[in-house]
């Protein structure tokens, strides 16, 4: 049996044949799947799928890229949806410094408008802050609901390793976090290992380009080891260019077996025994 740990089944790639999609995940062996809120109408989407099917479970939050577009007492709304029986972690919550506004409007930029330029990097420096700041927030925001709630968290963490490290390790003692997605370094898994935490990986592993996360994942002791999809996105090999679905989890739990000398059965296993104690399932 496998547990895909992140899905975004709400999203409107799934709408026209979502049964079938949960009809190939049970054939491939994957018995339960979570899905991940983004926004607060995501978590009452992933909500509503978790009480129309019994293999489906929630998990609530505000993505750190949608949390400017909320409303201001978001959380509060989080904090009522988080009461719900079939919701099981708090997320998915971090920090994602990729596409702050300065990084979008260097792009625009022009050597010719060199004047104009500077003026606005200035002006898209101080939306950075801004943004940063927001997001740091709503992550000990969420952090603080995981810990009152008595909830774990899924954590999305892009070029702010730093920062989510600093506002994740004084709750480190009160709950346990997920990296999703992880395509970091060794020393950064293994410092979120030592503070208690998870890693979770995608059809990531299975990419050609892939290898040194492959050799992390070799690596890491196998009781804080998950697996997931992200879908519709990041689709392994061999349905890269596809959209993904909580089926393809099998592809990735096979590379994972693979790297680690493990048959699949126990790789399995193990995963789902971690996805069952983290997410309490």
């Not at 089944?9 to 044949?17: Q, T, V």
């Not at 490290?165 to 979120?192: M, T």
């Not at 680690?260 to 995963?271: E, I, K, S």
Request: aromatic share 8%; charged share 25%; proline share 4%.
């Amino acid at each position: 049996m496998l547990v895909d740990t992140h899905a975004h089944l709400d999203f409107p790639e799934f709408a026209g044949d979502f049964d079938a999609v949960l009809r190939r995940a049970k054939d491939a062996g994957v018995l339960k799947i979570l899905a991940i809120g983004t926004t607060l109408q995501s978590c009452r989407n992933a909500i509503n799928l978790a009480e129309r099917y019994p293999e489906i479970y929630a998990v609530v939050g505000i993505h750190p890229t949608s949390v400017s577009e909320e409303q201001e007492d978001f959380i509060s709304e989080l904090r009522r949806l988080a009461d719900h029986p079939k919701v099981v972690a708090i997320g998915e919550t971090g920090l994602d410094y990729h596409h702050l506004p300065s990084s979008m409007r260097k792009q625009e930029i022009s050597e010719a408008a060199f004047g104009a330029a500077s003026a606005e990097t200035i002006e898209s420096d101080l939306h950075d802050d801004a943004e940063m700041t927001s997001q740091m927030i709503a992550f000990e925001q969420h952090l603080e609901l995981a810990a009152t709630k008595s909830k774990n968290v899924v954590i999305h963490q892009r070029d702010a390793w730093d920062d989510t490290l600093k506002v994740l390790r004084p709750y480190s003692d009160r709950l346990h976090g997920v990296f999703h997605c992880f395509s970091g370094s060794l020393e950064q898994a293994q410092a979120s290992i030592n503070l208690g935490h998870y890693i979770s990986f995608t059809g990531i592993v299975t990419f050609q380009n892939a290898g040194d996360l492959r050799q992390i994942a070799g690596l890491l002791p196998s009781e804080r080891i998950m697996v997931e999809t992200d879908a519709p996105y990041l689709s392994p090999v061999p349905h890269r260019g596809k959209r993904c679905e909580p089926a393809f989890v099998r592809e990735t739990a096979t590379a994972l077996a693979k790297i680690r000398n493990l048959t699949f059965a126990t790789f399995c296993a193990q995963t789902t025994e971690n996805a069952e104690r983290f997410f309490g399932i």
